[in-house]
């Protein structure tokens, strides 16, 4: 009924060999049987060899396998054991791009005036052969030498993982190998796509899950509102809540119901601050909120929400009525295995998987979407609306509209993609943000657009109008008088960095 697409990334084929890879490690963990001595036989199938396919030789080939197998088994690679990023670095796949930021062209002339190495003050610059030379270990990427080129001969050479990065949280060694600032880096995993060699990936957890269903356990799935529509209109939440429980999910909730909770809870927030004129983001995107954590402390202790994330708040239900569960969020985001894994934020998903993850776990038990007899909502269209930018916004104003508080005189920003999030906290930061509350989605469009999406924006849009089309019109307090909102708490206790 639906297979995975690889067209819409620039890394499909990379995307390929990770996802064939934790395929195979899942099999092995459904079998019982994955230890060092299957892990290594799986290097070898997949680069039997003599001759490499991809890479200089079998050799590093093999490297970068056995370090991918590292992060399907949710370990750190082996050059960054003491990590606490989800982001990691595979060094032996972070080789090929050029070391050097400025580069002379065939354009070069190598004309008698040499404006370029008369301009450069660090001796960086030299004649060579046929043209000027660059030495990349005297360059301080300054740009005079490009600018005072009369041909226009010396380019700026961004490395793609550098360019995409919002904060500036990734740097490189003295050979070349990207390095990530664990102090800047906010997890919201842009840069993983960007690598056109695959060098950066982040952490799994199928193979803990595949354990803990495997032992018994009551294992409860929670299904991000960005996923309905991934799949196309035919994909619905109970095709997706039927497929889990055949994996051996004891069920599947919603978490656009944990949409409707947080809703509620932080427009209590959002009508007191507003009361006081104190200005308010929101707390749902994890990227966003390490971005206020790492880059604005003193925003994210003065201004943030301490209402919790949808994806907290429906693991906190299911602990709330099944103590001994376990919790595994569902989503497009890289930064929820972030958010899951920080010890202060009791209560928590225990485990996250991306959407190109589920697909992989579905694969290796030989399941496929079907097209169950009865359907499923657990939350309201406010709560499945929190998977596109403003749509937080939009459910906190539509549950203070039912309570019947007025909320024509307030004035929201919606900052979709990292750049629009930055900005506002900096304008926030200096006293000058005009609107009351900051809604921050660090991808563009909201998490519909998020790092592990299935497909493009437009066709999950198109895809979510039908299936919303489908789905009653249940208010958000009224659909809240259905669950136990007294037996947990709404709240986070994490108010500081």
């Known amino acids: 009924m639906a297979s995975y697409n690889y067209v819409i990334t620039n890394d499909a084929d990379i995307l390929k060999l990770r996802h064939t890879l934790i395929e195979r490690v899942c099999r092995l963990a459904w079998d019982g049987n994955l230890n060092e001595e299957t892990k290594e036989a799986l290097v070898r199938e997949m680069i039997p060899g003599p001759k490499p396919a991809w890479r200089c030789c079998v050799h590093k080939e093999r490297a970068i396998i056995r370090e991918r197998i590292r992060l399907a088994c949710g370990q750190n690679t082996s050059s960054n054991p003491d990590s606490k990023l989800q982001v990691q670095v595979i060094d032996a796949a972070c080789d090929e791009c050029p070391l050097s930021a400025y580069s002379v062209t065939d354009n070069c002339r190598f004309c008698l005036g040499k404006a370029c190495l008369n301009n450069c003050r660090f001796n960086a610059i030299e004649p060579g052969e046929v043209r000027m030379h660059i030495d990349a270990s005297k360059c301080k990427e300054c740009g005079l030498c490009a600018k005072a080129c009369p041909f226009e001969a010396i380019v700026h050479l961004t490395r793609p993982c550098k360019r995409v990065c919002p904060v500036g949280a990734i740097t490189y060694d003295e050979y070349g190998y990207c390095k990530i600032d664990e102090k800047k880096c906010i997890q919201c995993g842009h840069c993983i796509h960007s690598c056109p060699f695959g060098a950066i990936s982040a952490k799994s957890y199928l193979v803990p899950i595949i354990e803990a269903i495997r032992s018994g356990k009551q294992v409860y799935a929670m299904c ?274």
């Open 224 to 497: 991000a509102p960005a996923l309905e529509g991934q799949y196309g209109p035919g994909v619905t939440m109970a095709s997706i809540r039927e497929a889990l429980q055949r994996i051996g999910f004891a069920d599947m909730v919603e978490v656009g119901l944990g949409g409707d909770m947080t809703a509620a809870y932080e427009s209590e927030e959002w009508s007191e601050a507003f009361k006081e004129g104190r200005k308010m983001t929101t707390s749902c995107c994890p990227a966003f909120v390490n971005m206020l954590i790492k880059h604005f402390p003193e925003q994210y202790k003065n201004n943030m929400s301490t209402t919790i994330t949808p994806m907290w708040a429906v693991s906190r239900y299911l602990k709330a009525i099944h103590p001994d569960c376990v919790t595994v969020f569902i989503g497009p985001c890289v930064a929820k295995k972030a958010e899951s894994m920080d010890p202060d934020l009791e209560g928590n998903a225990d485990y996250v998987m991306t959407f190109g993850e589920f697909f992989m776990l579905m694969q290796s038990r030989d399941i496929i979407f079907e097209a169950p007899a009865e359907g499923y909502q657990e939350s309201s269209l406010w709560g499945k609306g929190f998977a596109s930018s403003g749509g937080v916004a939009n459910a906190v104003m539509e549950c203070m509209r039912e309570r019947g508080e007025d909320t024509s005189n307030i004035k929201l920003l919606a900052a979709a993609g990292a750049k629009e999030c930055y900005a506002a906290l900096m304008q926030l930061k200096m006293g000058r943000l005009k609107e009351d509350f900051i809604e921050g989605m660090v991808c563009p469009g909201g998490c519909v657009s998020g790092p592990s999406k299935v497909v493009s924006e437009a066709e999950v849009t198109r895809s979510r109008t039908k299936l919303f089309q489908q789905a009653d019109k249940r208010e958000i307090l009224e659909n809240l008088k259905n669950y136990p909102m007294d037996k947990f708490s709404m709240h986070s206790k994490k108010t500081s960095v």
